[in-house]
Nanobody, 122 residues
């Protein structure tokens, strides 16, 4: 069965960094766009970043210049490097897979992980 598993979340102070990982099994991510979404308390889920199967990358305005998405196809894993974290980045972060291209519409994603909590607080 297809499974996406996020890891790397935790508690970090403002200005700190975290690297999230999304490891896949039962599916080869080479052929998929991988998106990162987040949901903060009381908020709707929003797109954060996406890595297309052709190598294109996309970022929400709120994270541009701070977050970097990358993939290691040999490990079937996608990463989200998060730098200069702010309290407003606090959310549960999810990775999701869609084929063939990136989208900010979460309904277009076929597979989802269960999320990892990121808390940015002093």
């Amino acid at each position: 069965q297809v499974q996406l598993v996020e890891s790397g979340g935790g508690l970090v102070q403002p200005g700190g960094s975290l690297r999230l990982s999304c490891a896949a099994s039962g599916v080869t991510l080479d052929y998929y766009a991988i998106g990162w979404f987040r949901q903060a308390p009381g908020k709707e889920r929003e797109g954060v970043s996406c890595s297309s199967s052709d190598g294109s990358t996309y970022y929400a305005d709120s994270v541009k210049g701070r977050f970097t998405i990358s993939r290691d196809n040999a490990k079937n894993t996608v990463y989200l490097q998060m730098n200069s974290l702010k309290p407003e980045d606090t959310a549960i972060y999810y990775c999701a897979a869609a084929r063939p291209w990136c989208s900010w519409d979460d309904e277009l994603y076929d597979y989802w992980g269960q999320g990892t909590q990121v808390t940015v607080s002093s």
